[in-house]
């Protein structure tokens, strides 16, 4: 099985700035694609972020010019650098990849969530 540990989330005022990590670990051949989403009490989550193994990064237009997702791909970790962030941020954020445990077999799979809160 494979596991995805998050790390990085916190309080953090109007304007200021949090890097999220998300190592995958376990069984791992390969891994397709790798996504932060983010989700708000009441609402679905959504996409924040995503990155394919063949580099393409997509955002979600209320974080564009904000946020930055990379990966480590020697690491199996993900990152999501965000910066001026705004109290409409909050909300508990999961990372999310498509992994292949065998040439042939993927799970998707989530994160266990990491809260962050911006406030003053």
């Known amino acids: 099985q494979v596991q995805l540990v998050e790390s990085g989330g916190g309080l953090v005022q109007p304007g200021g700035s949090l890097r999220l990590s998300c190592a995958a670990s376990g069984s791992i051949f390969r891994i397709v694609s790798m996504g932060w989403y983010r989700q708000t009490p009441g609402k679905e989550r959504e996409l924040v972020a995503k990155?394919?193994?063949?580099?393409?990064?997509v955002y979600a237009n209320s974080v564009k010019g904000r946020f930055a997702i990379s990966r480590d791909n020697a690491k199996n970790t993900m990152y999501l650098q965000m910066s001026s962030l705004q109290p409409e941020d909050t909300a508990v954020y999961y990372c999310n990849m498509l992994v292949y445990y065998t040439p042939a077999t993927a799970l998707n799979t989530w994160g266990q969530g990491t809260q962050v809160t911006v406030s003053s």
């Open positions: 990155s394919t193994s063949g580099g393409t990064s």
